[in-house]
């Protein structure tokens, strides 16, 4: 079985394998689904499977020439397209110059696949270029359009397309995955999913990236913030060159801990444990008040990240830490 095709995927797996099996293939697919649940793997499967010559229930065959192009990287028929650089919107030249591809190119007798991520990176320029290939795709072309926030896209892409929902695992599955896949024990990996919303590549990911020393020096910020240890201005500039969508929602963790131990009556944290002893301490003395102000900073500021406003990095921070520091204030 490919690396590519993971198990809680089986059930799209098979019915579109049926699909194609029957000549129902649509030309073109939208995945949809949250950040980290494979969505990009699964495109990249269908695309290795239909390009290949002589597929097997399994996948490809990774003999054929087909197969053989592919996996020297210079398959004619597989395009991929993606921003030039990450949260810059896929531009209306790069939709044309697909246009011109599909258009000039022959097919090496088979099917001819472009993926398509993220999605909602397409401006109404590229959007309404992009409408001319939905209406003529060609033969035998499959658009596979990975997404992961479906209402960001225009309705006219959306209903040309073909939707499949992902979403995540159940935690056992996730868990038993991610063990297997880094040499974890499992509640090492249960706690990386928690971090990750229960996105098992998003956990993994996490796992190989330095963004848990990001988490560490986090948290061990806030802390010293509570306990008049740090100031806010430095923490910031250190803060500063940190994945900050991540920080935010690392920030809205721990603040739903709080309200889970301070509502429900939790005595412990659910999805931040490692931080239980500063997590009690703020859920004993923070007014509820001053700690959904706070969640909804974090989330205007996440909006203003998310459409790209490009905000002042060093005072989102300094604003977001000085309601923090708030919290352990009696007043
Ligand atoms: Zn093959």
Not at 286 to 293: C, E, G, M, N
Request: net charge neutral; glycine share 4%; with cysteine.
């Amino acid at each position: 079985m490919s690396d590519l095709l993971h198990p809680w995927f089986m059930p799209q797996w098979q019915r579109l394998c049926a699909q194609q099996q029957s000549d129902r293939l649509p030309h073109a697919l939208l995945l949809s689904g949250p950040i980290g649940v494979g969505k990009r793997d699964f495109a990249r499967a269908l695309a290795n499977r239909l390009l290949c010559h002589q597929p097997t229930p399994e996948g490809p065959c990774n003999h054929c020439h087909s197969c053989e192009l592919r996996i020297a990287g210079h398959h004619p028929d597989l395009v991929q397209v993606s921003p030039e650089a990450e949260g810059k919107p896929i531009k209306v030249d790069q939709v044309r110059l697909l246009i011109d591809h599909l258009h000039s190119t022959a097919q090496q007798g088979g099917y001819r696949v472009v993926i398509m991520e993220p999605a909602e990176a397409l401006n109404t320029s590229s959007a309404n270029a992009l409408l001319k290939i939905l209406e003529e795709p060609g033969e035998s072309t499959l658009l596979i359009l990975v997404c992961h926030q479906p209402g960001q896209l225009m309705p006219t892409i959306r209903s040309r397309c073909q939707r499949i929902d992902f979403t995540t695992p159940s935690h056992e599955q996730a868990v038993s995955w991610l063990s297997d896949k880094l040499g974890l024990e499992a509640d090492r990996a249960d706690q990386l999913l928690r971090l990750s919303h229960g996105a098992p590549l998003k956990a993994s990911s996490l796992y190989d990236s330095d963004l848990l020393e990001q988490r560490k020096k986090l948290m061990s910020g806030l802390a010293d913030l509570l306990r008049g240890r740090a100031a806010v201005t430095d923490l910031a500039l250190q803060f500063n060159k940190f994945d900050l969508l991540q920080c935010l929602d690392w920030l809205n963790s721990l603040l739903s801990d709080i309200v889970r131990m301070q509502m429900a009556g939790l005595p412990e944290p659910v999805v931040n444990p490692d931080m239980t002893r500063m997590l009690q301490a703020v859920a004993k003395q923070a007014h509820s008040a001053k700690i959904f102000a706070l969640a909804d900073r974090i989330q205007e500021e996440r909006v203003s990240l998310m459409l790209r406003q490009n905000p002042n990095r060093q005072l989102l921070l300094e604003r977001l830490l000085l309601q923090w520091s708030d919290l352990a204030r009696k007043t």
